[in-house]
Nanobody, 126 residues
């Protein structure tokens, strides 16, 4: 699976942004998907994940209620809708894929993902 994240940009605090992740390959719907982010000077951290069917999701506490992860298996796309953005959301955002058999949301540990996109920058101004 090859992944390409896009949709980042500059947004004011309180604003919204939707990130997209396009996947190639024949096995997209066999992968749980995750979004991670890395702020300057910090380690990469888990943001959200979704199961292969899209029925199950998981969110970091810092984004719960503000961000929504979704997927469209027919289009081989994963989305991250981000609302009520705050400056602390500023980071490079990455999408990742992990081949799975079950329909649990993807893991929170980045080392458990096999494939990664190149990242897209999100900057939230105060």
């Amino acid at each position: 699976v090859q992944l390409q994240a896009f949709g980042g940009g500059l947004v004011q605090a309180g604003g919204s942004l939707t990130l997209s992740c396009a996947a190639s390959g024949h096995t997209f719907d066999s992968n749980a998907m995750g979004w991670f982010r890395q702020a300057p000077g910090k380690e990469r951290e888990f943001v959200a994940s979704i199961s292969r069917s899209g029925r199950n999701t998981d969110y970091a506490d810092s984004v719960k209620g503000r961000f929504t992860i979704s997927r469209d298996n027919a289009k081989k796309m994963v989305y991250l809708q981000m609302n009520t953005l705050v400056p602390e959301d500023t980071a490079v955002y990455y999408c990742a894929a992990r081949p799975v058999v079950s329909d649990y949301a993807g893991p929170r540990i980045e080392a458990e993902y096999y494939y990664w996109g190149q990242g897209t920058q999100v900057t939230v101004s105060s």
